[in-house]
């Protein structure tokens, strides 16, 4: 059988990308590079896991126990466990953080330590899982600042203008990884039957304009005065300071960020998940700094978009604690900068 394909059209696999782009660097060692590999591999196996969806339950593997009385694990305590054990050994890290994980995760004395640090959300949009919604892995990578040893807490808590990498994994109708390591934003597909990552989106942009708005609009009547004149604006009902009215956008929310995020990202919009009164938990917002605010800023402002708290960049935010909360608003440019907007105005 013969297959056509064009001949201009070069298939380049992430590796050949990583290496590529490494290339760019004479002093790059290639451990960033093999870095990023091992957590495409961990991205692979996650897909592999996510894909079975409810296979698991019935045959063997997640939360309680299956029918056969065996013990089951939990699919966001497997991915954390897939990034971790994948990354535990390769000396290329000082130290980790997960979002399921209360404290760092140290490097075993068994092992060498290296000059990275990563933190990473297992399986962003977890509250899907059970309902065959996209889901994604979100991960961090900056440069180690104590000098040698185990890593530290301190190693963990940088600015994301510190970040040396991030990307995600999203596992939907197809798995994709989305990287950045400040030279542009490229995309690749899972080829699942060969099990290999293809560059199919090169130097992503989001698009000028934006198509797309996306919150928890059912929370509305927590939101500050700010916020919800905001979220009006977008609908096309509210003017903004010098009294223009805007087009009304689409409303999209998956509920998962990553998902939501990418959607937006090549189609071109806003995210936010505001601070709401609805839940002491959440008065500095729901999303974290660490493992979800900095790693998709870090993209969006590489895709030539950017990203606030709602009073400044969310990469120049320091956090101070590892699972630190934010409110959160990103993507288009001027859409973030008209959030920022309505909550001087408005919310003081
Ligand atoms: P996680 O699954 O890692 O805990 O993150 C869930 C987050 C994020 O993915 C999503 O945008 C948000 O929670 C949804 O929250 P609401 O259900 O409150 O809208
Ligand atoms: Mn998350
Ligand atoms: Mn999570």
């Known amino acids: 059988m013969f297959i056509k394909t064009p001949d201009d059209t070069q298939i380049m696999t992430i590796e050949r990308?990583?290496?590529?782009e490494q290339q760019i660097y004479p002093e790059a060692t290639g451990v960033l590079t093999s870095l990023l590999y091992d957590i495409a591999l961990a991205g692979k196996v996650i897909a592999s896991q996510t894909t079975r969806g409810g296979l698991a339950e019935i045959l063997g593997q997640s939360g309680n126990t299956n029918v056969q009385g065996e013990q089951v694990m939990k699919l966001d305590e497997l991915a954390d466990r897939m990034v971790s054990?994948?990354?535990?050994?390769?000396?290329?890290?000082?130290?980790?953080?997960?979002?399921?994980?209360?404290?760092?995760?140290?490097?075993s004395p068994r092992y060498p330590t290296?000059?990275?640090?990563?933190?990473?959300?297992?399986?962003?949009?977890?509250?899907?899982?059970?309902?065959?919604?996209?889901?994604?892995?979100?991960?961090?990578?900056?440069?180690?600042?104590?000098e040698d040893g185990p890593g530290t807490l301190d190693d963990c808590l940088q600015?994301?203008?510190?970040?040396?990498?991030?990307?995600?994994?999203?596992y939907g109708a197809s798995t994709m990884l989305v990287y950045t390591s400040g030279m542009g934003v490229h995309g690749f597909t899972l080829d699942p039957s060969v099990g290999e990552f293809l560059l199919t989106h090169p130097n992503i942009r989001m698009p000028e304009k934006p198509k797309y708005y996306s919150v928890n609009q059912g929370y509305e009547k927590f939101w500050s005065e700010g916020v919800r004149r905001f979220t009006h604006y977008l609908q096309g009902d509210e003017p903004d300071a010098d009294g223009q009215y805007r087009k009304g956008?689409?409303?999209?929310?998956?509920?998962?960020?990553?998902?939501?995020?990418?959607?937006?990202?090549?189609?071109?919009?806003?995210?936010y998940y505001p601070v709401d009164n609805k839940d002491p938990r959440y008065t500095q917002g729901k999303l974290r700094i660490t493992y979800e605010?900095?790693?998709?800023?870090?993209i969006t402002e590489q895709a030539g978009g950017s990203s606030s708290n709602g009073k400044q960049n969310l990469l120049d935010i320091q956090p101070t604690s590892l699972h630190q909360r934010t409110p959160l608003y990103i993507g288009n440019?001027?859409?973030?900068?008209?959030?920022?907007?309505?909550?001087?105005?408005y919310d003081r």
């Open 249 to 271: 956008l689409s409303l999209r929310y998956i509920g998962s960020m990553v998902a939501d995020f990418h959607r937006n990202l090549l189609g071109g919009g806003v995210f």
């Open 17 to 20: 990308h990583f290496l590529e």
């Open 114 to 146: 290296g000059k990275y640090v990563l933190l990473y959300d297992p399986l962003d949009g977890s509250s899907n899982i059970d309902y065959n919604v996209s889901i994604g892995t979100i991960f961090a990578i900056y440069r180690r600042k104590s």
């Open 293 to 298: 605010g900095a790693p998709l800023a870090f």
């Open 85 to 107: 054990r994948l990354n535990d050994h390769t000396g290329r890290l000082a130290v980790m953080a997960s979002e399921e994980q209360e404290g760092i995760i140290p490097i």
């Open 333 to 345: 440019r001027d859409l973030v900068e008209k959030a920022e907007e309505f909550i001087r105005l």
């Open 159 to 170: 600015k994301g203008r510190d970040l040396v990498a991030s990307g995600y994994l999203i």
